[in-house]
Nanobody, 125 residues
C-alpha cells in the first residue's frame, strides 16, 4: 500500500484561499488515482474531488465545483487541493486517499484503500 501524509491545513477567513498537500510514499504513486474527502464534526466523511493516475481526468463534488482544484505532481509524489472562495461550511478535517482503480474515477469512501491522517481546515465567518 501507499502511505499518505497531508499538510497545509489551517485557519482562514471566509473568501480566502488555502492549499493542502498530500505526500505519498511506498508503492508507485502513479499506480493510484487520488481523492480528497472531508469530515465535519458530527457528519459523515464526504467526497470532495478525485484525479486520475496521470492527472488527465478530474471530478468534483457539486459543493466545491468552481472553487476547488485538485492536481498532482507525480515527479514529487505529491497531490494538492487548492481551495478558493472558502466558506464556513468548508470547515472540516480534510483527508487524501488513494485508489487502485484504473478504469474510472470513484467517489465512495470504501473505494479508497489508503488514507492519510487528515489535516484540519477551519474557515471563520
Amino acid at each position: 500500500q501507499v502511505q499518505l501524509v497531508e499538510s497545509g491545513g489551517g485557519l482562514v477567513q471566509a473568501g480566502g484561499s488555502l492549499r493542502v498537500s498530500c505526500a505519498a510514499s511506498g508503492r508507485t504513486f502513479t499506480r493510484y488515482a487520488m481523492g480528497w474527502f472531508r469530515q465535519a464534526p458530527g457528519k459523515e466523511r464526504e467526497f470532495v474531488a478525485a484525479i486520475s493516475q496521470i492527472g488527465g481526468s478530474t471530478y468534483y463534488a457539486d459543493s466545491v465545483k468552481g472553487r476547488f482544484t485538485i492536481s498532482r505532481d507525480n515527479a514529487k509524489n505529491t497531490g494538492y487541493l487548492q481551495m478558493n472562495s472558502l466558506k464556513p461550511e468548508d470547515t472540516a478535517v480534510y483527508y487524501c486517499a488513494a485508489d487502485l482503480s484504473v478504469t474510472t474515477l470513484r467517489t465512495g469512501v470504501g473505494d479508497f484503500g489508503s488514507w492519510g491522517q487528515g489535516t484540519q481546515v477551519t474557515v471563520s465567518s
